[in-house]
Nanobody
Framework: QVQLVESGGGLVQAGGSLIISCAAS????????MGWHRQAPGKQRELVAD???????NYADFVKGRFTISRDNAKNTVFLQMNSLKPEDTAVYYC????????????????????WGQGTQVTVSS
């Protein structure tokens, strides 16, 4: 199995910064995409940013210029640097890993999986 563990959430004032991280562990051969979604109370979960192992990055429009995603492929870890935080950024941030191959055998057979973390709360006060 594969586990994703997030860390670094918390309370920050508007305009402040926070960095959250997510480490994947377990039976991992490779992970194609790692990224973040978020879910605010009463709202649907939405994409924040994701990044392929090759370095291609996708940002939601509402975080462009404020958030930066990065990865350490060797450590199966993804980071989200969040600057200029706004109260509307308040949400539970969920890490996910998509197109995970747990072994070379899985890779050859095209057998891939996706996983989600438990989420970390980010609260931005006004």
């Amino acid at each position: 199995q594969v586990q994703l563990v997030e860390s670094g959430g918390g309370l920050v004032q508007a305009g402040g910064s926070l960095i959250i991280s997510c480490a994947a562990s377990g039976n991992i051969f490779s992970i194609n995409v790692m990224g973040w979604h978020r879910q605010a109370p009463g709202k649907q979960r939405e994409l924040v940013a994701d990044m392929t192992s090759g370095g291609s990055i996708n940002y939601a429009d509402f975080v462009k210029g404020r958030f930066t995603i990065s990865r350490d492929n060797a450590k199966n870890t993804v980071f989200l640097q969040m600057n200029s935080l706004k109260p509307e950024d308040t949400a539970v941030y969920y890490c996910y890993a998509d197109r995970v191959y747990r072994s070379y055998s899985d890779y050859v057979r095209g057998r891939r999986y996706d996983y989600w973390g438990q989420g970390t709360q980010v609260t931005v006060s006004s």
